[in-house]
């Protein structure tokens, strides 16, 4: 778990912030999720790099086995938590599917900014944040995970994604690591 290098043109991509999905239980504490995920938007802000703010508003069709999110859902559910401090130059990014690349922009937001590789970070760990490094990987971005800075409803599906999914994809290291590479 060390991260190598940064690409002088780093996004920072922070995957479902956003308050119905910060109020689910899981394996570790959101707020501290938050936090880390807000310092490093910080860091990447005063640097003048690209941050992407990712939100979820509905789900992919098909069938599943597993349980429907059914019911109402507060109307703030999709709003981003205000904690990230949400500037005019981020880049926000609304989907309906686990990963932030498919059925968005997300890639020609970045290509047209010069991107070359992308920090990843957020809720939940082996949905949205691997869905989304994977497909960063497979569209040819470097990829790099704060691992401190991901957490999932299941506790085993997070370690999983830590370790043996994200080593694969690319680099892992915590987002004080990290961002000292700014």
Not at 120 to 132: D, H, K, P, Q
Request: hydrophobic content about 45%; proline content about 5%.
């Amino acid at each position: 778990m060390t991260a190598t290098t940064l690409d002088p043109t780093t996004a920072l991509v922070l995957v479902d912030l956003q308050k119905g999905i910060t109020a689910l239980p899981t394996a570790h504490p959101a707020a501290q999720i938050v936090e880390r995920s807000a310092r490093l938007a910080g860091a990447f802000r005063e640097r003048g790099l690209p941050v992407v703010l990712v939100r979820v508003t509905g789900g992919a069709p098909g069938r599943t086995e597993g349980p429907a999110r059914g019911g109402d859902v507060p109307a703030d559910w999709a709003d981003l938590v205000p904690e990230l401090g949400r500037q005019d130059s981020d880049i926000v990014v609304t989907k309906q599917q686990w990963g932030a690349f498919y059925g968005t922009d997300l890639d020609l937001q970045l290509r047209r900014r010069g991107v070359t590789q992308v920090v990843i970070a957020g809720i939940a760990t082996s949905i949205g944040v691997e869905s989304t490094a994977r497909a960063a990987h497979e569209h040819g971005y470097h990829v790099t995970v704060a691992v401190d800075a991901v957490t999932d409803m299941d506790a085993d599906a997070h370690a999983n994604s830590v370790e043996k999914i994200f080593p694969r994809l690319g680099e892992t290291d915590t987002a004080e690591a990290i961002a000292k590479l700014l």
